[in-house]
Each structure stands twice: as C-alpha cells, then as structure tokens.
C-alpha cells in the first residue's frame, strides 16, 4: 500500500519561511520523481516544482522560482520543499506527488499517489 504524506505547514509573517516534508512509503524511491503542487483559493492548481529520483534535474514555476528549493534525502526517503521569502499570495494546500515524470521544461506530471495536503498561510 502505497502511502504519501505531507508537513511542516503553517502560518507564517510575509518573508519568513517553511519547509515541507513528503514521505512516501511502499515505492521505491527510483520508482517515480517527486512533485510539488499547490491549490491558491480562487486558483487553479499549479505545478510548482519536480525533482527526478536521482536528483538530475528539477523544474521550479515562475512563480516561486528563486524563493523555493526542492530536495530530497534518499537515506532518509523524504522529500523537501524550502519556502523561502513567501509572500499573502503563496496561501494554499500544498500537495507531494509521485510524478510519474518530471520535466525541465514542462514540471512535474501528476501521479498516481498524492498525499492529504497541507495548508500554508503567509500573512502581511
């Protein structure tokens, strides 16, 4: 059974910071590249960042370009989002995914597996 689960959400100051966690349990971690998504209120939901399992490429959005960094930890089979200068307009769920691919171009795909969500609120 394959599991996926999001944290490290919250509430935080504009300019401050978060980072989320996504663990994944019954895949391996070869099996798929990891994506991150967002629901903003009003919005559709947004691609924002995909990383390949063996970390050779990785996608940002314009909108979070430079202000977000994806990473991951093989050993520990958890995956990052560093949300770094987030701004009212970063407010959302955010989701991990297993991309079944992640393009430099194009960001991650969806996947079969999502976890829960989480909510990020940034306040000003």
């Known amino acids: 059974q394959v599991q996926v689960m999001e944290s490290g959400g919250g509430t935080v100051e504009a300019g401050g910071s978060l980072r989320l966690s996504c663990t994944v349990s019954?895949?391996?971690?070869?099996?798929?590249?990891m994506g991150w998504f967002r629901r903003r209120p009003g919005k559709v939901r947004e691609g924002l960042a995909c990383?390949?399992?063996?970390?050779?490429?990785?996608f940002y959005a314009d909108s979070v370009r430079g202000r977000f960094t994806i990473s991951q930890d093989i050993v520990k089979r958890a995956h990052y989002l560093q949300m770094d200068n987030l701004k009212p307009e970063d407010t959302g769920m955010y989701y991990c995914?297993?991309?079944?691919?992640?393009?430099?171009?194009?960001?991650?795909?969806?996947?079969?597996?999502w976890g829960q969500g989480i909510q990020v609120t940034v306040y000003s």
């Open positions: 995914t297993t991309s079944n691919y992640c393009g430099v171009d194009s960001g991650p795909a969806t996947g079969p597996f």
């Open positions: 019954g895949l391996n971690f070869d099996d798929y590249a």
């Open positions: 990383i390949r399992w063996d970390g050779t490429s990785t």
